[in-house]
């Protein structure tokens, strides 16, 4: 069974820092795409960041450039945003591809290219 964990969501103030986990387990990282989403209420997720594990390039939504970074080992992939802002706040969820995959791994790739979620992190920034 496949299964997605994130943890380290929370509260913060603009400015300050939060860093996410997702946990795999019945998967690895190996040869994926893996991604880090975010939704707003009563908008669709759209892409934060991503990296591949094949080539370990990265690539981040226009939004976060130079604050947040994505890292990944066998069977994690963290978030580190710093310098946060207001409009960081909402859910985040992490994502796999299937392995292996050498398609596009962009923080634009639609959420179709990943079959695997996690039930998602809630954070939440205050100004």
């Keep these: 069974q496949v299964r997605l964990v994130e ?27 893996m991604a880090w989403f975010r939704q707003v209420p009563g908008k669709e997720r759209e892409g934060v960041a ?12 226009d939004s976060v450039k130079g604050r947040f970074t994505v890292t990944t080992s ?16 909402g859910s985040y969820f ?16 639609p959420t179709g290219f990943f079959p695997y979620w996690g039930q998602g992190t809630q954070v939440s920034i205050s100004s």
């Design 7 to 33: 943890s380290g969501g929370g509260s913060a103030q603009a400015g300050g820092s939060l860093r996410l986990s997702c946990r795999m387990s019945g998967i690895t990282a190996d040869r994926r795409c």
């Design 50 to 61: 991503t990296i591949s594990t094949a080539t370990d390039r990265t690539d981040y939504a």
């Design 74 to 89: 066998w069977n994690t992939v963290d978030l580190q945003m710093n310098s946060l802002k207001p409009e960081a706040t």
């Design 94 to 109: 992490c994502a796999a591809t299937s392995s292996p995959w050498y398609a596009g791994c962009q923080s634009g790739s």
